[in-house]
């Protein structure tokens, strides 16, 4: 019905960069707020970033002034900018999104996380 496809991970070098992207497809009427959350080994789920429908951000503190959130609502499209990476960033990233469908109303869908590794 709904699926978020997550692409961009990999490994990358303490101080390098990626870019990750959700891609959000199905019968989806209307795309609410939409985030970013990160799974360490050994630890709990968090969120990293999120967005708002209207574009309000809001970030993990660990990660303010390093990772830019961004979504595309003409192509129900999710980001995140990722840039001053370090080891502690390592983590599967999953996106998240609130979204109604033509049948539903407003439902937590999650994608398959993509991973990101830094070294160091």
């Known amino acids: 019905q709904v699926q978020l496809v997550e692409s961009g991970g990999g490994l990358v070098q303490a101080g390098g960069s990626l870019r990750l992207s959700c891609a959000a497809s199905?019968?989806?009427?209307?795309?609410?707020?939409m985030a970013w959350y990160r799974q360490a080994p050994g630890k709990h789920r968090e969120l990293v970033a999120r967005i708002t429908s209207g574009g309000s951000t809001n970030y993990l503190d660990s990660v303010k002034g390093r990772f830019t959130i961004s979504r595309d609502n003409a192509k129900n499209m999710l980001y995140l900018q990722m840039n001053s990476l370090k080891p502690e960033d390592t983590a599967v990233y999953y996106c998240?999104?609130?979204?109604?469908?033509?049948?539903?109303?407003?439902?937590?869908?999650w994608g398959q996380g993509t991973q990101v590794t830094v070294s160091s």
């Open positions: 199905g019968s989806i009427f209307s795309l609410n707020a």
């Open positions: 998240n999104a609130i979204i109604s469908t033509y049948s539903s109303s407003y439902s937590n869908y």
